[in-house]
């Protein structure tokens, strides 16, 4: 598969779908969802334009420290934490890049995930505030809040009716704007969420991200996913989120076990290591 793809005989959404099988994720598990990069920072422009290396993220760096300013404070936080019980390993993040909260964050609008979400609302939906109603002010909040660092899902890619409130659900209005929450504000460069899905893929399939796509891939699946070159890249997450952290069968009280678990398909999972 490297070598199919190292050759461009695959493309890199083909590449991507692959290692995420491989790595334990599935659509048919929230909490072990595939997980997508975001690719560009440049959601603001009137034209988009591929060719310019300035309007794509660096893939090197956990969605977290993509932003400069957020690299001390994450930095701080690891060598100043410490758990009492030395039970809980020193980490970056809290959240996690991938979780069931995040898939259903994104994909409100269709079911089956409407109603998961507000299954997981208690019944209604979250505030309007927190629903994801804009693709650039999502991308702002992410480099303003090293706390939440959601990468994206495949549909991003290919599935244009997920940006679409087709079924004329009553989402909320913003706080401070007074505005609807309807279909997903889109970036300037895009027209219609099927020209966003066009554009956006066709920025997956460029030049840059071909040449960069590795970085991410080492991050998430790779080798600075746990271990020394984690902790160098600022990319270690909450110890549960780890494949093989905890051993569930070895938990007597059933208490606990669930805890545990409902913690494990909250918070998110950190693919299985290739």
């Given at each position: 598969l490297l070598q199919k793809w190292v050759n461009r005989e695959i493309s890199n959404f083909d590449y991507l779908i692959q290692l995420n099988t491989m790595a334990g994720r599935t659509y048919n598990d929230l909490a072990q969802y595939p997980v997508f990069p975001w690719i560009l920072r440049d959601y603001t422009s009137e034209e988009l334009d591929l060719n310019n290396p300035a309007v794509f993220r660096d893939l090197s760096k956990p969605l977290g420290v993509v932003n400069e300013k957020n690299a001390k404070a994450v930095k701080e936080k690891y060598e100043n934490f410490?758990?009492?019980?030395?039970?809980?390993?020193?980490?970056?993040?809290?959240?996690?890049?991938?979780n069931a909260a995040g898939v259903m964050h994104y994909l409100i609008r269709v079911e089956p995930f409407t109603t998961l979400h507000i299954q997981l609302q208690s019944g209604r939906f979250d505030c309007a505030d927190r629903q994801f109603h804009s693709i650039p002010a999502t991308w702002q909040a992410l480099m303003d809040n090293p706390n939440d660092v959601k990468e994206l899902i495949p549909e991003f890619f290919y599935f244009p009716e997920f940006l679409e409130n087709q079924n004329g659900f009553n989402l909320g209005q913003l706080q401070i704007s007074k505005e609807v929450v309807n279909d997903v504000v889109l970036p300037k460069w895009a027209h219609s969420p099927e020209d966003f899905i066009y554009k956006h893929r066709k920025a997956l399939e460029s030049e840059y991200v071909s040449a960069h796509l590795h970085e991410w891939i080492d991050l998430i699946f790779g080798y600075k996913q746990r271990g020394p070159a984690a902790v160098e890249a600022l990319n270690v997450f909450y110890y549960c989120t780890y494949e093989g952290a905890v051993d569930l069968d070895a938990l007597t009280d059933e208490k606990e076990r669930k805890a545990l678990e409902g913690m494990i398909n909250n918070f998110g999972q950190t693919p299985c290591q290739l």
């Open positions: 410490e758990d009492p019980l030395g039970i809980i390993d020193k980490f970056h993040y809290g959240t996690h890049y991938s």
